[in-house]
């Protein structure tokens, strides 16, 4: 919604990666930011991206194509507790708001 | 480190009926959030404020009042509730614009039940 669309869920295997995607066509950009939330618990920031190509943070690892509208989070090394849902939200030219996408929610097996 | 801390966790109430919920911040940022979660859609914004005393409407402002009488709390009215807006309705605080872009740090939610 509002601009920012994400895939609904995911479902990955212990050990390999996962990769979030997220596209935007919202009016203006400042810059991506990707947060994780666990069931029943608040969002937590993982990332934030403003510059086009990959920002490589270790166990995360985040994308952007600013031409192409389109970012990705990869996970890699995966992990049961990695399971979550994993939120993308655009930054406009007014700094102080943040655009959501629904969430996409990654389902890690054994 | 800080927290944000929402009150209650759970907010029960009739139709039509007043209700309020709380958020207190102890990060000292100056601007703060409310948006609503429902399940399957992304987190909409219903009020934001940057600073004591100033309120900005966001997308989903309609039914809700919102007040920021001191710097570390921002309170939420919900002037009639509906059965439709059950929800979850997250707080969230901002420092502001730096290296991380608007980072924000969420409070735990408040859970709307409407009978």
């Known amino acids: 919604g509002q601009g920012v669309e994400q895939p609904d869920n995911l479902m990955s295997v212990e050990g390999t990666f996962a990769r979030v995607n997220c596209t935007y066509s919202?009016?203006?950009?400042?810059?991506l930011s990707w947060y994780q939330q666990r069931e029943g618990h608040a969002p937590v920031f993982l990332s934030y991206v403003v510059l086009d190509g990959l920002k490589d943070s270790g166990h995360f690892s985040t994308f952007l194509s600013r031409s192409n509208g389109y970012s990705y989070l990869l996970l890699t090394e995966l992990q049961i507790k990695d399971s979550a849902s994993y939120l993308c939200?655009?930054?406009?030219?007014?700094?102080?708001?943040?655009?959501f996408g629904s969430g996409t929610k990654l389902t890690v097996e054994p | 480190g800080g927290i944000i801390t929402q009150t209650p966790k759970f907010l029960i109430g009739q139709e039509g009926q007043k209700l309020t919920l709380k958020c207190q911040q102890n990060?000292?940022?100056?601007?703060m959030y409310w948006y609503r979660q429902d399940s399957g859609k992304g987190l909409r914004l219903i009020y934001y404020s940057i600073t004591e005393n100033d309120l900005q409407k966001g997308d989903l402002s309609e039914g809700y009042d919102a007040s920021r009488e001191k710097k570390s709390s921002f309170s939420l009215t919900v002037t009639s509730a509906q059965k439709n807006e059950m929800a979850v309705f997250l707080c969230a605080s901002s420092p502001g614009t730096g290296n991380s872009g608007n980072t924000l740090y969420f409070g735990e939610g408040s859970r709307l039940i409407v009978v």
């Open positions: 919202t009016s203006g950009f400042n810059g």
């Open positions: 939200a655009v930054s406009k030219p007014n700094y102080n708001v943040l655009y």
């Open positions: 990060f000292n940022h100056d601007t």
